[in-house]
Each structure stands twice: as C-alpha cells, then as structure tokens.
C-alpha cells in the first residue's frame, strides 16, 4: 500500500486558497509568494552565517590547542598562558553554534514543501514530515456571533481609535500596544462601520475606515499564508509596504478604491431595504376594514372620483357620484360625510 502521507506537508498552490471577498486574490497572492521567498532568503543566510562562525570558531579552537601543546612541552604553566580560559570561552560558544544549529534545523525540517522548493534539487537527506491534525471544532453562527459581540463590548473603543488612523507609523505603533486588535473580530466591526458610515453620509470618515480595514485583512491573509499568528507578522507587512516602490502602493491604494466601492453597495442596498420596509408599515397602518388600502383603492377610482379625492373637494365629489349614479353608473365603497361648517 502506498503511503502518502509525505505529501501532507506541502503548501498548497496559490490558486486552490479561497481568500476573503474584501481582498483582491491577484495581488495577495503575489504577496505570499514574495513573503515565502523572503522567509526562505532569510533561512538561508541564516545558515550560511552558522556555518561561518562554526568555521571561525574551529580554527580558533585548533590554534588555542596548538599553543596548549607548546606550553606543554615547554613545562610552562597552562593558567599563566590563559589557554584555559580561552578555551572554556571557545566551549561556551560552541554550545551556543549548536543549539543554533539545532533550532535552525528544526526550522528546516518543519518548513512546508512549495512551488519555489519541489522542483529544486537541495538535499542530500530525505525527511518525511507529517502535520499532526489541527483538531477543532466548528463553531456554529450563534457562537460566532457570541464571540464577536463579546469582542465587540470589551474593544470597540480601541477598534475605532485604529480605524481613524492615517499613517502607517501610526498603526504599527498602536498595533504594536493592542496586538489583541489582529484579529478577524476587529476586521469583521471594521466592515459594518464602515457600511454605518456610508448609510449616515460620512463619507470621508467612511474612506478612512475603509484604508484601515484592508490593512487588516491583508495582515490576516499574509498570516494564514505564512501559518502564523496574525500578532507575529503585522510588523512585516508595515515593513513591506514602508518599503516598496510607487506601483506597489498603488495596487494597494486600488484595492481600497474597490472595497470602498463594495461598502457603497452594500449601504444602497440597506437604504433600499429600510424604505420598503419603512413603506410597508406606512401601508399596514393605512388599511382600513376588510384590510383594504385606501392609496391602492383611490387608484381603482374612475378618473372624475379620484380628481375630487385628489383635491379634497366635497361638494365636486357629490355631483361626480350624483350624475354617476343617475347614468346607472355603480358606485361602490363610497361614502359621503357631511360637510362641516
């Protein structure tokens, strides 16, 4: 029987990732595949670097070990030459390369194979990983909305002091002292502010709200993408955007212009939601015996009835009903009230 369980460490192509309907697929997926190269840039210098200094630190070791042979043969005491004492230094950083060593490996070893890695022939050594199952347990609408609403009550307040900031310092900075806030909770409060702001006419407050709420949904997708807690990565995201070049900015500024656009939609169609709403109970207070609708009875009126409706007028009324009624005309759900003085 073949085993396939070699294959459960692989990180997915980009296109099979479902991604959150605020974020442009595009271009997220170009940030995981920049965010997946740098990690593996990183490791690599890591590497290069522990090989270094291992190096360095033999050939220390080697010349410290030819001067204790000397003073040896010489007869000369160890500890006036202080080879001793080098050479207990040199032992406390080799205990120190190897434990780097051992992390570094660990972080080799437990790294998801890619595109960027299955087709590269790097490794002299066949490692088999296998994810352990993440168990847990779907959470139903009722405790979703639970947890949200209990989010909600404790850091509203802190949610909106980072929806109406502007600057990217700014919001590093004041993640940094609330990384509670990289969560979905916040994201999701973000979203319906925003769609508030719209229906209440607050507009550039709306667009304000609506910058911050892609900056975190974009820290939340660059964390799902690196397997990661949303708290550990914000920094790198501020850092690449801090950094990168005109276009860059563009494509993010262009993803906020369509979020922006999904929000004003989403609004319209509340407004839309809330007048028939609004207009159906106008209609439910308006019927009269039998549940009729007196606006949708005065449309069924000939056009001389519904003229003196229209105009209030009494006594037109009686003699549009009394020359209707002598031409045999019938005249139904009709009732003229005296006129008062």
């Avoid at 004041?174 to 006419?201: F, G, K, M, R």
Wanted: glycine letters at 4%.
């Amino acid at each position: 029987m073949v085993d396939y369980s070699m294959w459960d460490h692989i990180e997915v192509s980009d296109d099979e990732d479902d991604t959150h309907p605020n974020i442009d697929t595009p271009s997220l997926f170009r940030w995981r595949h920049q965010a997946r190269v740098e990690r593996m840039e990183e490791d690599q210098r890591d590497r290069m670097e522990l090989d270094k200094g291992k190096k360095e630190l033999q050939k220390k070791k080697d010349e410290i070990l030819s001067r204790m042979n000397k003073l040896k043969v010489s007869g000369e005491n160890l500890d006036q030459g202080k080879v001793v004492e080098d050479l207990e230094e040199l032992e406390k950083e080799e205990r120190e390369y190897r434990a780097k060593e051992r992390e570094l490996e660990k972080r080799e070893k437990n790294r998801a194979w890619n595109v960027d890695t299955l087709s590269h022939v790097g490794f002299d050594k066949s490692v088999i990983n296998v994810r352990k199952a993440e168990e847990k347990s779907e959470e139903s609408e009722e405790e979703k909305e639970k947890r949200q609403q209990v989010f909600v009550d404790k850091y509203e307040k802190e949610i909106k002091n980072f929806g109406m900031l502007s600057r990217w310092e700014d919001s590093q900075s004041y993640l940094a002292e609330h990384p509670h806030l990289v969560c979905e909770e916040s994201a999701n409060y973000l979203v319906i502010w925003c769609i508030d702001l719209q229906v209440t006419e607050k507009r550039n407050l709306m667009k304000q709200v609506a910058h911050q709420t892609i900056v975190l949904q974009f820290i939340l997708e660059l964390s799902r993408s690196l397997q990661c807690d949303p708290r550990s990565c914000f920094r790198s995201f501020f850092s690449r955007v801090k950094t990168s070049d005109k276009v860059y900015l563009e494509a993010f500024q262009s993803e906020v212009c369509a979020f922006e656009e999904r929000v004003r939609e989403r609004a319209q169609v509340r407004l839309e939601r809330a007048r028939r709403e609004a207009e159906e109970e106008e209609r439910k207070a308006r019927l009269g015996p039998g549940g009729l609708d007196p606006l949708e009875v005065l449309e069924t009126l000939p056009p001389e009835l519904k003229d003196c409706f229209d105009h209030k007028d009494v006594g037109q009324l009686q003699e549009v009903i009394a020359k209707m009624d002598a031409a045999g005309f019938p005249v139904v759900g009709v009732q003229i009230l005296p006129q008062t003085s």
